[in-house]
């Protein structure tokens, strides 16, 4: 936990710390950048090197976002924090807007015209998070750029060291049950949801299965017609492709995903699906002698 009450900040630096961002977001190709207060595990209290938004902006609470653009930019946080912003915060730089009334992807698509860009670091988001902003300013035409170094991290030249204690475990006293036996809780529990989903998904894996045989026997007599084989050969082709060797594919899986006892299961349906289909066409062209 990091979580202190000394006010750090530095407001006064924060105009040629924005300045030098937008440098670099220009030299990236980018129309701005979207700064959380978050760290890669989703913190609420940051070590000191994780803060990112602090040094940005001159704001210590922990919550809120900022979104740098060329020419204006804003912070983004709740109402426990917006009097605190606003004395903390250059009003010339940063627009303070309350949440949830305000919100980050309305803003920008309000000052972005379809085609522009918003850097971002995927270390310091959630899927759920990147995913909803990506649709929402999708519609407006606008991109979410995942950046593979944070600017933030190579303007800031006295970032503190990350932390460097020793991780200790916890007795059982605290803890309540040992390693062991929680890990062997999670894998029963993974195996469960791994049964469950593979009931829940049956449509959706018949209708796969059903459209790769059904595909591999048409297309491919429809590529033999185009190519000018016989008949013979056109249903020699179908056969040969739309029986694939399922049965190979739930070997591998097998051997090479031992901890997911289910992980065959799609290749054992998909083998006794071409089985059964390629028998009966093949007993079908049968009883039709081809007409070369």
């Known amino acids: 936990m990091f979580q202190s009450f000394d006010e750090v900040t530095s407001p006064g630096a924060a105009p040629e710390r924005v300045k030098a961002l937008r440098r670099a977001l220009k030299s990236s190709g980018l129309d701005g950048f979207f700064v959380p207060h978050s760290d890669e595990h989703q913190d609420e209290f940051l070590p000191p090197f994780a803060e990112r938004l602090r040094w940005l902006t001159g704001f210590t609470g922990s919550a809120g976002a900022a979104v ?4 204006e930019a804003a912070l983004f946080v709740d109402g426990r924090y917006t009097l605190q912003a606003r004395a903390q915060v ?9 949440t949830p009334g305000a919100k980050v992807s309305s ?4 000052r ?4 522009g860009g918003i850097g971002y670091d995927p270390g310091l988001h959630t899927v759920k998070e990147i995913d909803r902003l990506t649709e ?3 519609r407006a035409g606008i991109k979410l750029i995942p950046q593979a170094t944070n600017p933030i991290d190579v303007l800031w030249q006295d970032r503190p060291a990350p932390p460097s204690a020793p991780v200790v475990p916890q007795s ?3 803890a309540g049950k040992s390693a062991k036996d929680k890990i062997a809780e999670l894998r029963e529990t993974l195996a469960k949801d791994k049964a469950d989903a593979v009931l829940r998904s049956g449509g959706m894996l018949l209708l796969a299965v059903f459209l790769l045989h059904t595909g591999g026997f048409a297309l491919s007599w ?3 017609y185009a190519v000018g084989y016989g008949e013979t050969i056109r249903r020699t082709i179908s056969i040969e492709v739309g029986m694939q060797n399922s049965g190979l594919g739930a070997a591998l ?6 901890s997911m006892p289910l992980a065959p299961a799609p290749c054992a349906i998909s083998a006794v699906f071409h089985s059964v289909i390629g028998s009966l066409l093949a007993g079908i062209w049968r009883l039709r002698p081809p007409k070369e």
Do not use: C, M, R
């Open 68 to 71: 740098v653009l060329a020419d």
């Open 90 to 98: 250059d009003p010339s730089l940063f627009q303070v807007l309350q």
């Open 107 to 110: 803003w920008i698509k309000s």
């Open 112 to 115: 972005l015209e379809a085609g």
């Open 136 to 138: 929402t300013l999708g």
């Open 172 to 174: 059982l006293e605290f």
């Open 222 to 224: 429809l590529f033999a």
């Open 253 to 258: 899986a097998k051997n090479n995903f031992p």
